[in-house]
Structure formats: C-alpha cells, structure tokens
C-alpha cells in the first residue's frame, strides 16, 4: 500500500475564519517505509596514527578539562573582535541601516511574500485567493487570518478604508458545526501518522558503527523527524499532549548532546531544494512562510523583520560586495556557478591546507599579513596572479569570516536574521529544526547555496577534529557571532557577556551544521501542498461556481475510495532529451517494486556501447555518461521535479499520471554537452 496524501476539504465559520481551506496530511505505513539518518560526517582521521605521541601542553589540558569555558571565552573575544574590527560600537549607524517596518507594513510586507497581497487589493478575483487558500491546514490558514486582521486593525487606526473583507472570498458561508467534525478528524489523522511513526522499529535500521560518540554517552540513539505533516499541526499536537497529566512529569535533562535524527522516507523519495524547479520553488517558499508564521505564533515567538536601508556599496570587487552582485559578476566568468568564485577558491584552500591545521579559525591570523592579502585578492583575484602558496590557514581563516560578516546584507538575511536567532529560544530539538528547515527554504537562492558551501567546510572541519582540536561546540562558538551579530542588525547577543545568550547562539549554529542535509529538503507536506496548488490552477474555472463545490468535493473523495485500477502491467513511455531536443523514447514495464533507480539501470545498460566501461557512453551523444542523468517528473501537477532514484514510480504515477518522465543531464553536468 503506498503513502498517499488525502486532503480533507473544511469550511470554517465565516465569522471567524476563512471559509474553506484543505487539511493536508499523510498516513504512513511503517512497513512501508525506509529511513533517511541525518548526521554530522564521522572522523575520517580516527583510525591514523600520530607519527610520535606528545605531552599534552597545559592548554590542551585545560581544554580537556573545561571545553565550555575556553569555547565561551573564544566566543566572546570573536565578538569583541568584530564590534572594534566593524564599527559596531556606532549604534546610531545601526539604526540608520536597518529600521522595524511601520505598522501594518509588516503585515503587508507578509502577504505579499505569502503570495496573498490579493487579499487586501480592491480588483482581485476570488478565484486567485481560492487557489493558494485551498491547499491551507486549519493553523495554517488561522495564521493568515491574524495576519489580515492586524492589517485591517492598523488601517483603521490611519483613518484609511479597510479592505474587503477576506469572508467574501467564498459564499455561502459554513457552519461551525460543519466544521469541527471534519477538523478533528483530520488531527486524528495526523495523530496516528505520528503515532505509527514513533512505534515503527526503526532503531533496527540505525548501525553501532554510525553512532556518534554522544550516542555512547547517553544520549538518545535517534529522534524521529516527521515530514509528511505540517509542522505547525505538529506543534498543535505537541502542545494539546504537553497538558495532559500523564505527560506531566520531569522531562530529561539536556545534556548538550545531539541524537542521531532519522526520516522517515515516503515512497516518493526525498525531494531536495535543487530537485524543484524556480516556479514551484516560489510555491514552496510562499507556503513555507505560512506553516512557519503558525509555527511562531503557535509558540509564542514574537519576531520583528527588518529592512535595511540603501548603503554605499564600497569600491571593492569582493569585499562589501552584495552576493546578488558577485554573482552575477561571477556567472558571466563561469555561467551556472551557484556560489561567489572567490569564496569558492578560499574554501578550497582552507580544505587542503587549514582543515587540519591546530585551532583552524579559532587561532587569529596576523593582521598585518591578513590585510595585505585581502589588498593583493582584492587587486588580482580575477587576474589570476594570486599565488596561495605562501598564505597561512590561519590567515585564511580569518577572511573567510571578515567575508560573511562584511556583506552588505546579513547572510541570513534582514528579514530573518531575527527568526533565525529566536530558534535559540525553542525548547524541543524537532521544533528547532522544523523552524530551521523552513527558514532555510525563505532564504534567497544566493544566500542559501553560500551558506550551504560555508557549512559544508565546517562540517569537514568538525570530522578532522582529533587533528585540529576543534570540536562541533568550538566551531559552533567561533562562527556564531559572524552569522548572527551584524552591523546593519540590532542583536540582543551585545547586549551583555551572558553565558546564556553565546550557548543559545551556539546552539543554532551547531544545529545548522549538524544537521544541514535534513535542513536542505523539501518537506513531504509542503510537496503535498505544491501539487494541491498546481492541481487547482490547472482547474481554476471550477472555483467560479459555488454551486458545484460539494458536487467536486464528493467526487474528489469517490475517487480515492475507489479501488486503483489494474496497473500491474503498466508501461510507459519515457523520454530521452539530449540539451533541450527530445532524441528518442524508452519503454518501461512498470511494477509494484520499480523504482527510478531501475529505470535508469535499465537506460544504462541499452543506451551504453560497452557494458564493461563503467562510464559508458550514449549511442546517440558520445559526451553523456549514465553517473550524469537523471530521471526528471515533468508537467502534471508538478512544474519539473528531479526525482529520488528510490523513488516508486507506480506510486509516482498514481500521485501523477498526467506528467511525462524524462531522463536527461543533472544541470551541474549540462555543460560537458
């Protein structure tokens, strides 16, 4: 039986709330399902051995004896460092660069980004609400609701006409007693997703050898991270199960460790932020922003966005430098790049030469050295005549971080930095990273591939830590301040040298580095919403009458009863695209069992000459090897979606048997065409 997502349509009281909104929820089968860990890479050094064993120094020692105290004295003197190195002792200069949005500007600002700035314009059409409202959770939906209200609310206190109320969006309105039942059935669906989840036997799947060393000091073996339901219906659960009584007693001391976290993966794979396509990637970051408005509201996190204001962007080719600007620079030098060419080079260094360096970007490089190399990048970086012979690590190091934290704009942006911060506030591990998942979705595509590669670093830094000495916690400590202190941003982190604020800051940045494969996908609840989304613009006009709302409804919910049809002998069609011309076709006989992985061993082993060339080449393009495609889900209700080669193509079929399938080259490989 495969997962499915069925969507129950509600109305709510138009009183109150919108009046018609889908509850998307899964139920999985734990016997049908596998599971993808997410952890920090394991010590590639572990097994080496030292050439001589040496004293440990009375510094290592201490450092043995009291980690938290010599990693919070580092965060702290990184601090201090970047306040005197980046003026931001001048607070006046702090509030001249960024400023709160206005009332009612902030709201506005919001539905804009939501996709629902037709909610408050006076010429928008019904049906261009209906489309996004109708793919909304009852949280979801309550979140915009607010959203509306408080901009009403501010327009009335201006003495500016209200606009039109979002309960004419739909007619006739519901009653609440209509509402309820459909409601609570939908938690309990979401109940006994969870529920069948939490039971599986998963901790057969998670090896010893995997485990990391603080799983053998006590830690849990694993956390279950759920995807299939939105994380705001999470926390309502979470929060309705907190107040029972039998849940009431004395909860685990946390002891700064990090679980090992598995995901249950559907039978539609894992969808990673560069499978999507830009069109529904737009979807995903509307609703995105929706599911993580509820999910503050939810837990009280009041977060202000800020904007920032015009600033001088400095005579510089790298440094100061916005990252839209260097990119589009950079692409017309190497087209598809993704990441800043500098920052690319600077990592790349830092990989061969600092990773294993003693105290890497803990230990501060000269001054003196490091400004005449960010003068001698600055003057000949694009000429190519700079020789990275004679830099130090450390040295190297030190502009990797003077980079992030000299960007005009926060790298985690103006208008998230706050949210970002606030995590620190969040008391359970699942809803840390159900708010770090979502806010890595919002960031825009520059600052999102530029983060991804500087965590990547950190991560490979953390994996060679019995070389370097520098632990999660110490890299964690060191980076905070430079991603989340920032000139143009107001940060309670200055507001005193409490420990408590540099462990909370701390304790993000390890999440982010930990954790950052997890981080990088697309929840199966949000994919649900996008094809939803996608489904009901492509059938826009039956939102014109009302009349026949309940007539589609029950026709909507006959056809999922119903028993599929015989598709045991399925075959389709696959097409086979060179550059962008269509070169031919491939028939594929479809089971319960196929998977895309079969497929394109299939398309191997006819497309290739010789069978025992592990990179054979296609008869029809002597450049294409097998290792560069890719089978790709196209049109339907999904714009192109590059699938999970443990994707189960008979259940892709019934999620969508309206789009093609394509096998052509991943994008990264397009270009040895």
């Known amino acids: 039986m495969c997962l499915c997502v069925s969507s129950q ?101 919001w539905l804009a980004d939501a996709g629902l700035s037709n909610l408050i314009s006076e010429d928008s059409e019904d049906v261009d609400n209906a489309v996004l409202l109708s793919t909304l959770t009852r949280t979801q939906a309550e979140a915009v609701q607010r959203r509306l209200d408080s901009y009403t609310l501010s327009l009335r206190k201006r003495n500016k006409p209200a606009p039109r109320d979002v309960r004419e969006v739909f007619k006739p309105p519901i009653t609440q007693q209509t509402l309820l039942p459909e409601s609570q059935r939908s938690e309990d669906l979401a109940q006994n997703s969870m529920a069948s989840v939490a039971k599986s036997p998963l901790s057969a799947c998670v090896s010893h050898s995997a485990m990391t060393p603080e799983h053998q000091r006590g830690a849990p073996k694993e956390e279950i991270f759920i995807t299939d339901v939105a994380y705001c219906e999470q926390a309502v659960i979470f929060l309705k199960q907190a107040k029972l009584p039998q849940n009431n007693v004395q909860r685990r001391k946390e002891d700064g460790t990090l679980p090992r976290v598995t995901c249950p993966k559907c039978r539609l794979g894992v969808t990673r932020i ?123 190091a030190a502009l990797l971080k003077k980079f992030i934290r000299e960007l005009p704009a926060p790298l985690l942006t103006a208008e998230y930095l706050n949210t970002f911060s606030a995590v620190r506030d969040i008391t359970e591990l699942k809803q840390k990273l159900h708010m770090l998942n979502l806010l890595i979705l919002l960031l825009p595509e520059p600052n999102r591939n530029t983060l991804k590669a500087l965590l990547e670093f950190l991560s490979k830094v953390v994996s060679r830590e019995k070389r370097n000495r520098m632990n999660l916690w110490a890299v964690a400590t060191i980076m905070a301040p430079n991603l989340f202190l920032h000139k143009a941003i107001p940060s309670r982190l200055t507001e005193g040298a409490e420990k408590g604020h540099a462990e909370k800051a701390a304790d993000v940045m390890r999440l982010l580095i930990r954790y950052q494969d997890l981080l990088w996908t697309i929840p199966n609840f949000l994919m649900s919403q996008v094809r939803k989304l996608n489904e009901n613009s492509n059938r826009r006009y039956q939102f014109y009458d009302r009349r026949i709302k309940n007539l589609l409804r029950k026709i909507h919910t006959d056809s999922r009863d119903k028993p599929d049809k015989n598709t045991s002998e399925l075959c389709r069609t696959v097409k086979i695209q060179v550059g962008d011309v269509v070169s031919g076709t491939m028939e594929y006989q479809l089971n319960i069992n196929s998977r895309a992985s079969d497929l394109l061993a299939q398309f191997h082993r006819q497309s290739v000459h010789s069978p025992d060339n592990g990179k054979g080449k296609m008869r029809r393009n002597g450049a294409v090897l097998y290792p560069d495609c890719a089978l790709y889900e196209v049109g339907g209700n999904i714009g192109e979606h590059c699938l999970d080669p443990d994707t189960h193509l008979l259940d892709l079929y019934n999620s969508n048997n309206s789009g093609e399938w394509v096998i052509k080259l991943k994008p990264n490989a397009s270009r040895g065409m």
Not at 322 to 346: H, M, R, V, W, Y
């Open 9 to 109: 349509l509600v109305c709510m009281r138009a009183c109150d709330f919108f009046t018609c909104v889908y509850v998307c929820t899964r139920n999985p089968s734990p016997t049908e399902m596998s599971v993808e860990p997410w952890a920090s890479p394991q010590d590639q050094a572990a097994a080496e051995q030292t050439d001589s064993p040496q004293e440990p120094s009375a510094q290592e020692q201490e450092q043995e004896q009291h980690p938290d105290k010599l990693c919070l004295d580092s965060f702290w003197s990184e601090v201090e460092t970047i306040r005197q190195g980046s003026g931001y002792t001048d607070l006046d200069c702090t509030r001249r660069d960024s400023r709160q949005s206005e009332e009612g500007e902030q709201e506005e600002q």
């Open 274 to 396: 560069q499978d999507l396509s830009h069109s529904d990637m737009k979807k995903v970051r509307q609703l995105a922003l929706i599911d993580m408005t509820a999910l503050c509201d939810l837990l009280e996190l009041e977060v202000k966005r800020h904007k920032m204001g015009k600033r001088k962007i400095p005579e510089s080719s790298l440094y100061g430098v916005p990252l839209a600007t260097l990119l589009e620079n950079d692409q017309k030098i190497k087209p598809n790049t993704s990441t800043p060419l500098f920052l690319q080079a600077l990592l790349s260094f830092l990989e061969k030469k600092g990773v294993d360096s003693e105290g890497i970007l803990r230990v501060p490089g000269a001054q003196s050295r490091i400004k005449l190399l960010q003068q001698n990048l600055e003057a000949n970086f694009y000429s190519g005549q700079v020789s990275w012979d004679e830099v130090s690590p450390n040295d190297a």
